[in-house]
C-alpha cells in the first residue's frame, strides 16, 4: 500500500481519529499489559494478575451512550484469587463538562452492574481510568462527591466514585521503563501527546525512528495507522513524509513507495 492510499483512507475514516487510534493501539494485549503498568498506581498494579487479560463486550451500553465513550473494557484478575477486576478506559481529546464525564461514567458502571445482577452474578470490580491528552488543562474534579456543596453531615449519604487520570501532559518519551520500552506504545503515546501541536515535526520523526528500529517501515499495514494519524494532527505534506522515510531507506533496507 502506497502513501497515496493512504490519504484515501484518510478521506473515508470517522471523524474521531483520535478515538480511533487510540483503540487501534490499546486494543491489543501486549501493548495493554505495557500501558495499565505505566499508568495504574503501584498499588493497584500489585493486586493484578497479567497472565490473564481479555477485553470486555461492551454491548451492554445503553444506545444513547454509545457515542460517549472508548468502548474499551479491560478484563483481568486479582492476584491469587478467581476475581475479575475491570478497568474501564475513556479516552479524551477535549475536557468535557465535569457532570457528563461522572454521569458517562456512572451510566457505564450501572449497566455493568445491572448485567451482573440480572446474571445474578456478585457485582464486579470496576477502576475507571481516563485517559487525557487535550489542549486545555484537566480541571475535573476527581471524585463524584466535590460536584456537591453540602456540609460533612450530608456528604456520607450521598453517592461517591472517583477515576483515575492519565493526563499526557505527564508522559515523557525519554523515561518509558514503566512502560516496559515498547515502542508501538510509546510511539502512541507521543503521537497523541503531540496531536494539537500541528507543525511538531520533531514528534514525526521519533515516531518514525521507533518504527524503524522495530523493522516495521517495509511493513506499511502494520505501521498504516501511525502514518494516517501523522497525516491528520501534523500539518505536512505527503513528499515531507516520504523524505523522511527515504533517510531510513538510504541507511539501508527498503520503506514504502
Known amino acids: 500500500m502506497t502513501i497515496i492510499k493512504i490519504w484515501d483512507i484518510i478521506y473515508t475514516m470517522e471523524n474521531n481519529i483520535h478515538n480511533d487510534f487510540f483503540i487501534?493501539?490499546?486494543?491489543?494485549?501486549?501493548?495493554?499489559?505495557?500501558?495499565?503498568?505505566?499508568?495504574?498506581?503501584?498499588?493497584?498494579?500489585?493486586?493484578?494478575?497479567?497472565?490473564?487479560?481479555?477485553?470486555?463486550?461492551?454491548?451492554?451500553?445503553?444506545?444513547?451512550?454509545?457515542?460517549?465513550?472508548?468502548?474499551?473494557?479491560?478484563?483481568?484478575?486479582?492476584?491469587?484469587k478467581n476475581t475479575d477486576i475491570f478497568v474501564l478506559i475513556e479516552h479524551k481529546s477535549t475536557a468535557p463538562d465535569d457532570k457528563a464525564l461522572f454521569l458517562q461514567t456512572l451510566n457505564y458502571i450501572y449497566s455493568m452492574l445491572e448485567l451482573d445482577f440480572n446474571n445474578k452474578k456478585d457485582?464486579?470490580?470496576?477502576?475507571?481510568?481516563v485517559f487525557y491528552h487535550g489542549e486545555r488543562k484537566w480541571k475535573i474534579p476527581r471524585y463524584f462527591l466535590d460536584l456537591y456543596d453540602v456540609t460533612d453531615d450530608i456528604k456520607p449519604f450521598l453517592l461517591n466514585f472517583s477515576y483515575l487520570l492519565y493526563d499526557t501532559i505527564d508522559f515523557d518519551d525519554n523515561n518509558t521503563e514503566k512502560f516496559h520500552n515498547n515502542l508501538i506504545l510509546i510511539s502512541s503515546l507521543i503521537g497523541l501527546k503531540t496531536a494539537f501541536k500541528r507543525n511538531d515535526v520533531e514528534s514525526i520523526k521519533k515516531i518514525i525512528n521507533n518504527l524503524n528500529k522495530l523493522g516495521l517501515l517495509t511493513e506499511i499495514g502494520r505501521i498504516e495507522m501511525f502514518l494516517i494519524y501523522i497525516l491528520k494532527t501534523k500539518d505536512i505534506e505527503e513528499q515531507q513524509i516520504i523524505e523522511i522515510l527515504s533517510t531510513y531507506n538510504n541507511e539501508g533496507g527498503n520503506t514504502m513507495e
Open 123 to 129: 457485582f464486579r470490580i470496576i477502576i475507571p481510568l
Open 24 to 80: 487501534s493501539i490499546i486494543k491489543n494485549r501486549v501493548n495493554a499489559i505495557d500501558f495499565l503498568s505505566g499508568v495504574l498506581p503501584d498499588k493497584i498494579l500489585k493486586e493484578i494478575d497479567f497472565n490473564y487479560l481479555d477485553f470486555d463486550d461492551t454491548a451492554y451500553i445503553q444506545n444513547r451512550f454509545k457515542d460517549l465513550f472508548s468502548d474499551i473494557v479491560i478484563k483481568t484478575k486479582i492476584n491469587n
